[in-house]
């Protein structure tokens, strides 16, 4: 597991990179390029902070969280500033002790999230390695929808070795949620995990379908914890946020899948995301393959993102 672990904190690291050199170098040059702390030092690191998507609210409540801590600290040099800022960007992105509570419970995971942003890849990823820690795993295939959905996701159960319910393309998803809760209790499984429809761009009729599908959970499987996460592309920057506004209207989100950060200069989304919606980042990706999703670790995340030694500590 320790050896997981590394292997998944080398691929961050290597994902991050383009984040990392469009962000954390600029902000390396004006720790070294200033003498001293003035205003003209807080502006550009707060452009920086807001051109790397990490948004303009918290990149504001960021720079007013250095500004008081060089105050009460008596700090001079602006070097001494960067592990104030490493400690306040990893502060906004803790996860509480409960985040992950229903994998230890018989639980009903509904996965949203618009379509091309890796969400029905992420069902089967969660589905094996859920099925590999062990436990009793069901998914059901209630994006009935989008073409080819339904084939995609049973490649993916059928790689995981879990069980899928299924019915035909453009049948109705709740009936299909209603077969799986069915299922789930015959079967005694631990976790059902929902892959569901994107439609975002018809919002009325997505917020009706997921309200009958909640709707239908709620009856038919009462005892079951829940579980609402939603399914962001890290590569659409602060399009992503936008996602996430929506999708809080027309669903209780609990969580924050955020995929592709291998592949873009936008990582700084992941702390917009918590600190301006609320919204915890649960499960990060970083690749093709089923460990390439992994729980998101703070300190994980900002050490990829700065490049810091495993074995160091930046606690302010």
């Known amino acids: 597991m320790e050896e997981k672990k590394k292997g998944f904190f080398s691929k961050l690291v290597a994902g991050l990179s383009k984040t990392r050199n469009a962000i954390v170098s ?5 720790f070294l390029g200033y003498n001293s702390i003035d205003e003209d030092f807080y502006e550009e690191l707060e452009e920086i902070l807001i051109m790397g998507d990490i948004g303009i609210k918290t990149s504001s409540n ?7 801590k060089v105050k009460d600290l008596h700090i001079k040099d602006p070097s001494e500033c960067k592990e104030i800022l490493i400690s306040s960007i990893r502060e906004r992105m ?11 419970r018989k639980s009903v995971l509904l996965i949203i999230g618009v379509n091309g942003v890796g969400k029905t890849t992420s ?6 390695q ?16 989008r073409a080819g959905a339904i084939e995609q996701l ?3 159960t059928y790689r995981a070795g879990v069980d899928i319910i299924a019915q035909q393309e453009g049948s109705d998803p709740a009936a299909v949620v209603y077969d799986a809760c069915s299922a789930a209790k015959a079967r005694d499984v631990d976790l059902l995990i929902c892959d569901t429809a994107g439609r975002l761009h018809n919002k009325k009729n997505l917020m009706e379908e997921l309200k009958k599908i909640n709707r239908i959970i709620d009856k038919e499987y009462p005892d079951a914890y829940r579980e609402t996460l939603l399914v962001l592309d890290g590569t659409t920057g602060q399009n992503a946020i936008e996602q996430a506004k929506q999708f809080s209207e027309v669903a209780d989100i609990t969580g924050i899948i955020l995929t592709k950060l291998d592949g873009t200069a936008k990582g700084g989304i992941a702390v917009a995301i918590q600190a301006e919606l609320g919204l915890p980042v649960k499960y990060i990706g970083v690749g093709e393959k089923i460990d390439d999703l992994n729980k998101f670790n703070p300190k994980e995340f900002v050490d990829a993102l700065f490049n810091i030694e495993k074995s160091s500590t930046l606690d302010v």
């Open 26 to 30: 600029s902000i390396e040059n004006v």
């Open 62 to 68: 960021i720079i007013e969280e250095i500004k008081t």
């Open 94 to 104: 803790e996860l509480c002790a409960s985040a992950y509570e229903f994998e230890n």
């Open 123 to 128: 069902v089967g990823k969660l589905a094996g």
């Open 130 to 145: 859920f099925k590999q820690a062990g436990r009793r795993v069901l998914v059901a295939a209630a994006d009935t929808f």
């Open 154 to 156: 049973k490649e993916w």
